[in-house]
């Protein structure tokens, strides 16, 4: 026969444990809820801005007609373009010489291969540069289909 007593501290601290897992279950439970009831309060607030926007669209759309007339007259026209096409022919400039540099031969001594980072960001200067200079020829060529000058 085995002899086991029993021990009241034993039993207590089985219930502390118990009592614990029971706690914690309760307050994971809670937060979760709490999250699930901000997640909707988030979507009834978005759904209120949804009206406020789309009377704001309205408003803008009757407004920005002639905001874009004005845009799009020479007097501001011209000058961005200009601004955009010696930007972009400006980097391209800067790119040819930085590479032209950098292969020079009194410069082999000293110049050390560029970082992975350094040539993607130089490849994408170069891609946004000719993006650029597309992005104008396609605007004069329509502006010229439309309104007969540049």
């Known amino acids: ?55 704001g669209a309205l408003v803008v759309g009757g407004v920005a007609g002639s905001t874009m007339h004005w845009l799009h007259s020479d007097m501001v026209r011209v000058p961005m373009v200009a601004l955009a096409l010696a930007g972009s022919l400006l980097n391209l400039v800067v790119l040819w010489q930085v590479r032209r540099l950098r292969a020079a031969p009194a410069a082999q001594w000293r110049v050390t291969s560029p970082s992975p980072r350094k040539i993607r960001l130089e490849r994408m200067q170069f891609l946004l540069s000719i993006l650029t200079l597309a992005l104008v020829g396609v605007e004069e060529y329509w502006h010229f289909t439309w309104h007969h000058h540049f």
């Not at 034993?10 to 901000?38: N, P």
């Open 1 to 55: 026969m085995s002899t086991t007593s029993f021990n009241p501290r034993d039993s207590e601290q089985r219930k502390a444990k118990t009592t614990g897992k029971v706690r914690g279950v309760i307050v994971w439970s809670s937060l979760l809820f709490a999250v699930l009831q901000s997640v909707c309060t988030f979507f009834a607030a978005v759904d209120g801005f949804r009206l406020a926007i789309g009377i």
